[in-house]
Nanobody
Framework: QVQLVESGGGLVQPGGSLRLSCAAS????????MAWYRQAPGKQRELVAT???????NYADSVKGRFTISRDNNKNTVSLQMNSLKPEDTAVYYC????????WGQGTQVTVSS
């Protein structure tokens, strides 16, 4: 089993930036895909970005050009750099890992507001 712990959420003004990090521990050798999802109040959880163990990335259309996902396989971390943040980016952001099984982090709140 893989354990995931997120950090880096907070309150930021529109147009600002935040960087989320997720540290993985446990059966990390089994991880193939890591990703960030988000869930806004009253909405379904949605995929934000994914990255494979070989570095291939994919983004939701709503964040393309603004968010960047990266992965450090040596440190077992995945990060999400979020720029040009908008109020509609407000959500709880969850780290996700899949390999032999699926693991979720506990979530970190991101609030974009003036």
């Amino acid at each position: 089993q893989v354990q995931l712990v997120e950090s880096g959420g907070g309150l930021v003004q529109p147009g600002g930036s935040l960087r989320l990090s997720c540290a993985a521990s446990g059966s990390i050798a089994s991880i193939y895909v890591m990703a960030w999802y988000r869930q806004a109040p009253g909405k379904q959880r949605e995929l934000v970005a994914t990255i494979t163990s070989t570095g291939s990335t994919n983004y939701a259309d709503s964040v393309k050009g603004r968010f960047t996902i990266s992965r450090d396989n040596n440190k077992n971390t995945v990060s999400l750099q979020m720029n040009s943040l908008k109020p509609e980016d407000t959500a709880v952001y969850y780290c996700y890992a899949s390999g032999l099984g699926i693991s979720w982090g506990q979530g970190t709140q991101v609030t974009v507001s003036s």
